[in-house]
T-cell receptor, first 111, second 112 residues
Framework: AQRVTQPEKLLSVFKGAPVELKCNYS??????LFWYVQYSRQRLQLLLR??SRESIKGFTADLNKGETSFHLKKPFAQEEDSAMYYC?????????????FGAGTRLFVKA | NAGVTQTPKFQVLKTGQSMTLQCAQD?????MSWYRQDPGMGLRLIHY???????DQGEVPNGYNVSRSTTEDFPLRLLSAAPSQTSVYFC???????????FGSGTQLSVL
């Protein structure tokens, strides 16, 4: 069965500190993995996807198939990074092809 | 370009009432889906559609119905509202399955 696990509900770091938001997944095939972000009073939006292998707003994420992880990283956090972050997986399974999300991690970046 | 439009933005229902949440997209996307967002549980998939006339159940489909008679519209029906359906509902669409999702602004629903 498909599953996405984000073990941290809340992550608080100081401005300028490195940040890592963890995401682990369970999937039997080759998944498409994404990070979505929801800033205060804004719509959910795509931050990055693993297939594009690009850096957005200084964030990167590497797919580790051995550890079934897709952690989101940024070397120097900024206050404007404070938001809710969701890891998502698209794949086929029982009942068809769908995109499911983890429980989310709220990131607070303190001045 | 409107993108994904959801109505209403807010709704209060009494237990047992029915209602329909509307979702429309103007991007000619094949894939549309409904999620509910609850604290500590993230986004959970209710129903989805891979094209007009095709719908399927997600993770939490009970108590909800959908239909997809056109590419543009994907309404979500609550048949008999229950307090457990108090949540924020998001509609999303993508050009094809497993591509980037575009989200609506959400509907905050309270069932008393």
């Amino acid at each position: 069965a498909q599953r996405v696990t984000q073990p941290e509900k809340l992550l608080s770091v100081f401005k300028g500190a490195p940040v890592e938001l963890k995401c682990n997944y369970s999937y039997s095939g080759s998944p498409e993995l994404f990070w979505y972000v929801q800033y205060s009073r804004q719509r959910l939006q795509l931050l990055l996807r693993h297939i594009s292998r690009e850096s957005i707003k200084g964030f990167t994420a590497d797919l580790n198939k051995g550890e079934t992880s897709f952690h989101l990283k940024k070397p120097f956090a900024q206050e404007e990074d404070s938001a809710m972050y969701y890891c998502a997986l698209s794949g086929s399974g029982t009942g068809g092809f769908k995109t499911i999300f983890g429980a989310g991690t709220r990131l607070f970046v303190k001045a | 370009n409107a993108g994904v439009t959801q109505t209403p933005k807010f709704q209060v229902l009494k237990t047992g009432q029915s209602m329909t949440l509307q979702c429309a997209q103007d991007m000619n996307h094949e894939y549309m889906s409904w999620y509910r967002q609850d604290p500590g549980m993230g986004l959970r998939l209710i129903h989805y559609s891979v094209g007009a006339g095709i719908t399927d159940q997600g993770e939490v489909p009970n108590g909800y119905n959908v239909s997809r008679s056109t590419t543009e519209d994907f309404p979500l029906r609550l048949l008999s509202a229950a307090p457990s359906q108090t949540s924020v509902y998001f509609c999303a669409s993508s050009r094809q399955i497993n591509e980037k999702l575009f989200f609506g602004s959400g509907t905050q629903l309270s069932v008393l």
